[in-house]
Nanobody
Framework: VQLQASGGGLVQPGESLRLSCVTS????????MGWFRQAPGKEREGVSC????????YYVESVRGRFTISRDNAKNTVYLLMNNLRPEDTAVYYC???????????????????WGQGTQVTVSS
């Protein structure tokens, strides 16, 4: 299982970024995918996830309405579109999967066990 995140950078407040996570080593169609972030001095938190079964999505309240998670199973890629970025969104962002011995349904941050390397997002004026 390999997850390769990219797309981070330095932006000003109010701007947008799109993160990408290219996956390999498993069939993306069968598993939920998620994005997490970790700010300096803070614990890692779940930001958003998308299920495999019905494409249902979940967002933590602080990003709801600003971030959009999507998946393209044909390209083995998951995206996180981040609009109207705020300084408090500054963190290292990680993608993750709940890959396991059988397909999964729904998405739950507690089930994610495989992580990619992070990509830094910095929001500053």
């Amino acid at each position: 299982v390999q997850l390769q995140a990219s797309g981070g950078g330095l932006v000003q407040p109010g701007e947008s970024l799109r993160l990408s996570c290219v996956t390999s080593g498993f069939t993306l169609d069968y598993y939920a995918m998620g994005w997490f972030r970790q700010a300096p001095g803070k614990e890692r938190e779940g930001v958003s996830c998308v299920s495999s079964s019905d494409g249902g999505t979940y967002y933590v309240e602080s990003v709801r309405g600003r971030f959009t998670i999507s998946r393209d199973n044909a390209k083995n890629t998951v995206y996180l579109l981040m609009n109207n970025l705020r300084p408090e969104d500054t963190a290292v962002y990680y993608c993750a999967t709940d890959f396991g011995p059988s397909p999964t349904y729904g998405c739950s941050f507690s089930r994610f066990r495989y992580w990619g390397q992070g990509t830094q997002v910095t929001v500053s004026s």
